[in-house]
């Protein structure tokens, strides 16, 4: 578990697929020998919210209990970290897999014909992540915004029924990642180029464990939050 007196650095060198998770927090390489309650203050980021995050990505056993202190502690905070990682799957994680999957595929000879049925089951991961992202920015994001802004029984009432429409422990896409990269550990076959394969297998990996972290912080920050927004909870 990390602290406000844990070295930043020391968070990455645990493990450096954390980055862009600082990143959607605007924190980019270059962190010197900081602490995180100094990066935080000299980027005016909350500490406490900046720890729950990072602790939850870290730990799959870690509970931010101290989120749900009160409804509306975070919850904007969480809104505007989610909508930074849904920007970051949408315009940079999926496009450099397919760029480099598109690079595999040309430069793949006779033989390598589960390439095709690989870069085909990427399109369909690629139109769930792309959906779910539709549907926060479209539909429960904005639910619980309107919510925040103008408590009613109607937009209480909307946001649960929205809520109760999102499968708990949501992890069909983690599911999906998985099992493409897994075909690619297992199932490959023919002659490819060995750099572009492991360019894309590297690639959604990583992706794999963003999404992982990711769906922890919809389940056990936003989620609640959401639940306790449409009971009406006030602060």
């Given at each position: 578990m990390y602290f406000g007196s844990t070295r930043l650095a020391d968070v990455i060198f645990d493990d450096f697929t954390i980055i862009p998770v600082l990143n959607r927090f605007g924190i980019s390489l270059g962190v010197g020998d900081m602490d995180i309650e100094s990066v935080c203050r000299d980027r005016n980021i909350d500490t406490e919210f900046f720890l729950m995050i990072v602790n939850v990505c870290a730990s799959d056993g870690y509970i931010p209990d101290t989120a749900l202190s009160s409804v509306n502690y975070g919850v904007e905070e969480v809104l505007s970290y989610l909508d930074n990682t849904n920007e970051y799957y949408a315009s940079v994680a999926l496009p450099n897999i397919e760029r480099h999957f598109r690079a595999l595929q040309d430069r793949s000879v006779n033989g390598s014909k589960n390439i095709e049925f690989l870069w085909m089951f990427f399109q369909e991961l690629k139109k769930e992540l792309l959906g779910r992202i539709g549907s926060d920015k479209e539909i429960w994001f904005p639910a619980v915004r309107r919510v925040i802004a103008s408590p009613s029984a109607e937009s209480s009432a909307a946001l649960a029924e929205i809520v109760a429409s999102v499968p708990k422990d949501e992890k069909a896409i983690e599911d999906k990642v998985d099992d493409l990269t897994s075909f690619f550990v297992i199932h490959l076959r023919g002659e490819y180029d060995q750099n572009l394969c492991m360019a894309v297998v590297t690639s959604l990996?990583?992706?794999?464990?963003?999404?992982?972290?990711?769906?922890?912080?919809?389940?056990?920050?936003?989620r609640p939050l959401s639940v306790r927004l449409s009971e009406g909870v006030s602060k």
């Open positions: 990996m990583s992706l794999e464990k963003d999404i992982k972290r990711n769906d922890r912080i919809r389940e056990r920050l936003l």
